[in-house]
């Protein structure tokens, strides 16, 4: 079975504070996906990445970066956290391009006080 | 308008009757559409896919498709309490990989 392993479940970080959550799939998934879920908003497309070291910026980018390094890890960087961005972040992989099935890892709820 | 809508919920049905959950999009040239479901505190897995009009099975699963009307919907036969969650509709735009979800629709089936 495929494994989405994201670090933390549950996070508390303080305004201003940089935040990295960090997502790392076993399946040797071209594509990994960050998504952030709310109440009556449904999951949103942060950022994604096709292959290692490329990125593109999914429908909210703003006031997040990515990092992939490795094909196996995905992290999403919030530079400067704030309290509108406390919400619960969901790492999706999928074996490539056009294959929509998404795998999704555990999520990691973070809040930012 | 949301690229794509689904009525949030809840619904609530009896056990053993069927759950009727409906989405409608707005991109004319989507071509991949899907359903997932997410129950409470867990994440989203994928339980239909479905690509041309029409209807498609899968055990008590119906997805039915028209895309002349825009609108990809998801029959449940038989409900179960089991089957209680949160349904994601999810279309592929026409930009790539990219998959657009739904806000979701919680369904809660009553014993």
Redesign the interface.
């Known amino acids: 079975d495929v494994k989405v392993t994201q670090s933390s479940r549950y996070l508390v970080k303080r305004t201003g504070e940089k935040v990295f959550l960090e997502c790392v799939q076993d399946m040797d998934h071209e594509n990994m996906f960050w998504y952030r879920q709310d109440p009556g908003l449904g999951l949103r497309l942060i950022y994604f990445s096709y292959d290692v070291k490329m990125k593109e910026k999914g429908d909210i980018p703003e006031g997040y970066s990515v990092s992939r390094e490795k094909k196996e890890r995905f992290s999403l960087i919030l530079e400067s956290a704030s309290t509108n961005q406390t919400s619960m972040y969901l790492c999706a992989s999928s074996l490539r391009q056009g294959r929509e099935k998404l795998f999704f890892g555990s999520g990691t709820q973070l809040s930012v006080l | 308008q949301k690229e794509?809508e689904?009525n949030?919920g809840p619904l609530s049905v009896p056990e053993g009757a069927i759950a009727s959950l409906n989405c409608t999009y707005s991109d004319r040239v989507s071509q991949?559409f899907?359903w997932?479901r997410q129950y409470s505190g867990?994440?989203?897995?994928?339980i239909m896919?479905i690509y041309s009009n029409g209807d498609k099975e899968d055990g008590r699963f119906t997805a039915q498709l028209n895309k002349a009307s825009q609108y990809v919907s998801l029959l449940i036969r038989d409900s179960q309490p089991s089957d209680s969650a949160t349904y994601?509709c999810?279309v592929?735009g026409n930009q790539?990989?990219?998959?657009?979800?739904?806000?979701?629709t919680e369904l809660s089936v009553k014993p």
């Open positions: 794509v689904q949030s991949s899907f997932y867990k994440s989203p897995e994928l896919s994601l999810a592929r790539g990989g990219k998959l657009i979800f739904g806000q979701g």
